[in-house]
């Protein structure tokens, strides 16, 4: 597990600035950033999942608003960590597809699972 229980809290996540849709993941680092600190320290599947963040809050924001506003954001989000947790657990660098495009259609589908596991 990446992120402990006890310390899961989306907000300690995301920080907002003075819009809801401006949301931006702390610390912020480039997508592109080829200089991270923490490189040599974290494995793969760990990096991934911290620089892709920014994708579970652009993908659970765009399914809440085609839920037609049902459900909180929050647990949007939260399925959408599990979600982005499998996909870089799973990703293989060696297929040449690109990560984002690997993890989206998993985001999603913890999302869906979330949400019909609600109602």
Same mark, same amino acid.
């Given at each position: 597990?990446?992120?402990?229980?006890?310390?899961? !809290?989306?907000?300690?996540?995301?920080?907002? !600035?003075?819009?809801?849709? !401006?949301?931006?993941? &702390?610390?912020?680092?480039?997508?592109?950033?080829?200089?991270?600190? %923490?490189?040599?320290?974290?494995?793969?599947?760990?990096?991934?999942?911290?620089?892709?963040?920014?994708?579970?809050?652009?993908? &659970?924001?765009?399914?809440?608003?085609?839920?037609?506003?049902?459900?909180?954001?929050?647990?949007?989000?939260? &399925?959408?960590?599990?979600?982005?947790?499998? &996909?870089?657990?799973? %990703? !293989?660098?060696?297929?040449?597809?690109?990560?984002?495009?690997?993890?989206?259609?998993?985001?999603?589908?913890?999302?869906? %699972?979330?949400?019909?596991?609600?109602?």
């Amino acid at each position: 597990m990446l992120i402990p229980d006890d310390v899961w !809290d989306p907000a300690t996540l995301f920080m907002t !600035d003075s819009h809801l849709s !401006d949301w931006t993941v &702390a610390p912020r680092m480039s997508a592109r950033s080829t200089h991270r600190p %923490y490189a040599a320290d974290i494995p793969l599947h760990e990096r991934l999942f911290l620089d892709n963040i920014r994708l579970v809050y652009h993908v &659970a924001r765009r399914m809440m608003h085609a839920e037609g506003g049902h459900g909180s954001l929050s647990d949007f989000l939260r &399925a959408g960590m599990v979600g982005l947790q499998h &996909a870089a657990e799973t %990703y !293989d660098s060696a297929a040449n597809v690109p990560f984002v495009r690997h993890a989206t259609p998993h985001i999603r589908r913890a999302i869906l %699972y979330e949400v019909t596991m609600v109602n």
